[in-house]
């Protein structure tokens, strides 16, 4: 027993595939023992001390998934994220495959981070164009980018309604709401947002009309694109985080990105607009 050490730093040692985190949790749920009785994640271990530390179940693999490469080279890679796939987990283990899992399954990267490679992220819901990077130069250099407003970026989105004017820009600040702090609103408090929209199509389905735009972002704001619709009144089909009209899958798809690869060489990437935006499952 090392003399002089933390309880938590000494139970984190023994559980190697685990974050420190984890062992806190064992210890303040009382289930580590010290000599047959529970003590705090502060406690320094004497050299005669015996812990007793749980049998920690081991973690489920994760399934391996297919995802498309519309290109590829040594640096990078450009994927076609299908609806539904999470870009990277958040905090605890999550045992479903991600993008993040499938890069480091791929390409053998580094799990540590849980997230790398990844460069940008699309919501669980949101289909389309993603490019990640294959090494830690690659990544800084795309990231830089994405953080200069270097990297143009155009969407497709089904919104409620008849939309008016038919093309415009909206130039609105965005906030944490308060009240629910995982959603997101409007706000004089918050980041200012930018985004250019056109109104491509307007049709009727089922007593509904909806409006095809195609959507500019020039900011990157979390959930930028959808809560700035929400408050035109023109909430994306199938947004159920904002109260939007329900349906089989979110009507937002990363459609075309335009960027300069690591090579320097500046390309533009297209993903053909899916099938199910021809006619929404509602």
Known sequence: M???????????????????TYARKLIDEDKVLVNGKPQ????????????????VPSEPVIPSIDIPILYEDNDCVVINKPVGLLTHS????????????????????????????????????????MICAKTSEALKFLQK?????????????IVEGGVHPEEAIID???????????????GINGKSA????????????????????????????????????????????GDNF???LKAQRLYLHAHELELTLPSKERKVFTSPLPDDFKEPKL
Do not use: C
């Open 90 to 129: 958040k905090g605890a283990f999550n045992p479903e495959p991600t993008v993040a899992t499938w890069l480091a399954e791929k390409y053998g990267l580094d799990t540590a981070s849980g997230r790398e490679g990844i460069v940008h992220r699309l919501d669980r819901g949101t289909s389309g164009l």
């Open 242 to 244: 904002y109260n939007g």
């Open 172 to 186: 609105m600040a965005i906030e944490r709401n308060p009240k629910q702090p995982q959603r997101f609103r409007v």
């Open 145 to 157: 980018q994405f953080s200069a407003r270097k990297v143009k970026k155009t969407y497709m989105a």
């Open 40 to 55: 705090k994640a502060s406690y320094h271990l004497r050299e005669a001390d015996v812990v007793t530390i749980p049998d």
């Open 2 to 20: 090392e003399e002089a050490i933390r309880l938590d730093v000494y139970v984190a040692k023994q559980l190697v595939d685990k974050p420190r």
């Open 194 to 237: 930018t985004t250019h929209y056109k109104v491509l199509e307007t049709f009727e389905q089922k007593h509904h009309v909806f409006s095809l735009l195609e959507l500019k972002p020039t900011t990157g704001r979390t959930h930028q694109l959808r809560v700035h619709l929400k408050h035109l009144k023109h909430t994306i089909v």
